[in-house]
């Protein structure tokens, strides 16, 4: 193979590599990443998260209306951002929890004295 064969064979692979889709979504995905609103949601979530979670924790159960929205709505797009470690943690511990129907969970005006 002669040098010029070299050559045009390596700005063919070059041409493509830097013309294909792939390459461009993952340039965008890792500045999209760092970019300071994805921190902020990340941020948000992280904090809904763990409010929500120890609230569950707390009270002992959780509905499976409320289960379902915490995973489906926060959690999963949160870990699909790249959250950390943390609300896995606090998601394993809910997971644990025993699950009511929501028409089994006391109503506010079941609490009042009113």
């Not at 390459?23 to 941020?43: S, V």
């Not at 998260?49 to 159960?61: A, D, N, R, S, T």
């Amino acid at each position: 193979m002669t040098w010029q064969h070299t050559i045009e064979l390596l700005v063919t692979v070059l041409c493509a590599v830097f013309g294909s889709n792939g390459l461009w979504t993952l340039i965008q995905h890792r500045r999209e990443k760092k970019d300071a609103k994805t921190q902020m949601i990340l941020g948000l979530g992280h904090d809904r998260i763990v409010h929500l979670c120890k609230g569950f924790l707390e009270q002992g159960y959780i509905s499976t209306d409320d289960f379902e929205n915490l995973y489906e709505y926060l959690y999963l797009p949160y870990k699909a951002m790249g959250g950390n470690g943390t609300c896995t943690k606090l998601m394993e511990r809910v997971e644990k929890l025993p699950t009511k129907p929501v028409n089994s969970v006391p109503r506010k005006e079941e609490f009042t004295n009113e």
